[in-house]
């Protein structure tokens, strides 16, 4: 418990001040609120130490390279993706201190969330805490390139709904740039906005369940062959992970039940859904897609996690839609509820262990090689 307080604390200011949004009246109050959630973002994650995993491949490369060793070296040879690897060294060549790094890509990544909020849903504590608990919290620790892939993906989404195909493939490549995970955005220009037979969805659900409940590898193979025809750097990607995670799979627990009860919402309330906002079929179809990778992909753990990531906006915006679809009131307030108290469980279950201790660098932090030694020690966390 000790290890989850400040992520269970952060989740509960964001619960808060959903509450406080939206008893206040004024858009002048409101937008004050929406100022005090970007300065806790940037506070809490921009100044934050060595949490988590993938600052022990961030911080020895921000070390070793500069803007001279890109320019030597060919770009298959470049640290990370030429976007990342060129932000990452800029930031360097401005200030060399990795904290630093990490405040800009925080801010960057606050900058295009917020407005891809601030174009979707009115209440923006109540959308952050539910970003924040399902997988956005990740997306703000560990995995720094996927996050603003995934947040210029999502500023791309307003081009699927009008039909722009050039800024929409614009903003693809551009994030590409940041992770070789934004190739499989860029077929969802032709089909996610479609509104696509609810029992063919229904169909693909069910298909999901059953093939995660009896443990069947019937798409990995299919994917991998597939992946490996597009990117064979991703393909390596892919096999390395398989190595790390054989065997592996989900186990039934609180998070498949939730996954269900979100599913059979979903389908309940699908019309409902498509009718909320135009462009509801884009996160009704983002959700599915979530929801196939999770399940089709769980013999493999960290694929299934990184691939099912890449959809979580449609948990975000569908989440959010359903307290909407709720006519009695009661049974609004009840889902309400059990979304602040399920974000809260979910942030828990996220960071209860050892490697999640926060640090905040503005009141003193923990260096790298002590980090680094916990880290060590406790590697096998990752694989439960």
């Known amino acids: 418990m000790i290890y989850s307080l400040p992520y269970i604390i952060f ?8 509450f406080l949004f939206h008893s206040v009246k004024t858009d002048e109050a409101k937008k004050y609120i929406v100022l005090v959630c970007v300065g806790i973002i940037i506070f809490f994650f921009g100044f934050r130490g060595f949490c988590f995993y993938d600052w022990n491949s961030y911080y020895p490369a921000f070390l070793h390279y500069s803007f001279y060793d890109l320019h030597s070296l060919p770009i298959s040879d470049w640290p990370f993706e030429p976007g990342f690897s060129i932000l ?13 790094f990490v405040l800009i890509c925080t801010t960057l990544n606050t900058v295009l969330l917020m407005r891809f909020l601030l174009k979707n849903v009115d209440n923006i504590p109540f959308a952050l805490m539910i970003v924040f608990s399902m997988n956005g919290l990740g997306f703000f620790t560990d995995l720094m390139r996927n996050s603003i892939s995934m947040l210029i993906f999502l500023n791309a989404i307003e081009f699927i709904e009008k039909r722009r195909a050039l800024p929409y493939f614009a903003l693809c490549l551009l994030a590409l740039t940041f992770h070789t995970s934004t190739i499989f955005y860029f077929p969802l220009y032709f089909f996610l906005h479609k509104s696509i037979n609810k029992w063919i969805l229904l169909g693909v ?18 994917v991998k062959l597939f992946v490996g025809l597009i990117s064979p750097e991703l393909q390596y990607k892919i096999d390395v992970y398989m190595e790390l995670d054989p065997g592996a799979s989900f186990q039934i ?6 996954r269900l ?27 599915i897609l979530y ?3 999770f399940f089709f992909l769980s013999e493999f753990k960290v694929i299934s996690q990184r691939l099912s990531y890449l959809f979580s906006f449609g948990y ?13 009131e009661n049974n609004r307030k009840l889902f309400i509820s059990f979304v602040c108290l399920y974000c809260m469980l979910k942030m828990y279950g996220s960071t209860h262990y050892v490697i999640a201790k926060y640090d905040n660098i503005l009141f003193g932090s923990q260096p790298y090689h002590i980090r680094e030694s916990i880290y060590n020690k406790n590697y096998s966390e990752i694989e439960q």
Not at 92 to 98: A, G
Not at 253 to 258: K, Q, V
């Open 261 to 287: 009860l979100t599913g059979i919402l979903l389908f309940c309330y699908i019309v409902k859904l498509r009718d909320i906002r135009s462009d509801g079929n884009i996160y009704i179809n983002g959700l």
């Open 253 to 258: 627990g609180i998070g498949y039940l939730e």
């Open 11 to 18: 989740i509960c200011i964001f619960c808060f001040l959903s």
């Open 291 to 293: 929801f196939a990778m």
């Open 88 to 100: 990452m060294c800029l930031c360097k060549s401005l200030f060399d201190n990795y904290n630093f």
């Open 205 to 222: 659900f069910i298909t999901g369940n059953v093939v995660y409940l009896l443990h069947i590898p019937v798409f990995l193979t299919i």
């Open 316 to 328: 975000w915006i569908i989440w959010y839609d359903l307290v909407k679809c709720f006519v009695i």
